[in-house]
């Protein structure tokens, strides 16, 4: 069984004693999970930022397929969480590495979604 790499790398300090001080030191490479943030933009995220902007305007002008301002003031929050909730778990579940599948999907939600709004 192989022996896990220790994530903190460890550099003797000289000493006049028999025994030797360590630090850590602060190269940290790049960790293999992280994504740059313009890989991460997707059509949800796309999305959560323009409906900021379309459902105060809906409330405001009763514009809209939704004419009832209780109703988009509930759907609001509602499908904000649930884009960031369906955003994430679908970058969980490809763990990021296939786009092409993630951008067909969510932009399909998204169309539809907006669809339905407008």
């Given at each position: 069984m192989a022996?896990?790499?220790?994530?903190l790398k460890r550099t003797p300090l000289s000493t006049d004693d028999d025994y030797r001080l360590y630090?850590?030191?602060?190269?940290d490479p790049a960790e293999p999970g992280k994504i740059s943030i313009i890989k991460r933009f997707s059509p949800f995220l796309i999305l959560c930022c323009a409906l900021l902007i379309l459902f105060p305007y809906m409330m405001i002008t009763g514009t809209g397929n939704i004419r009832s301002f209780w109703l988009l003031l509930f759907l609001f929050p509602f499908t904000e969480i649930n884009l960031f909730y369906a955003d994430f778990a679908l970058w969980k579940y490809f763990t990021g590495k296939k786009i092409i599948p993630i951008w067909?999907?969510?932009l399909t939600f998204s169309i539809l979604i907006?669809?339905?709004l407008v």
């Open positions: 022996k896990k790499a220790n994530p630090a850590v030191s602060d190269e067909v999907i969510e907006v669809k339905f």
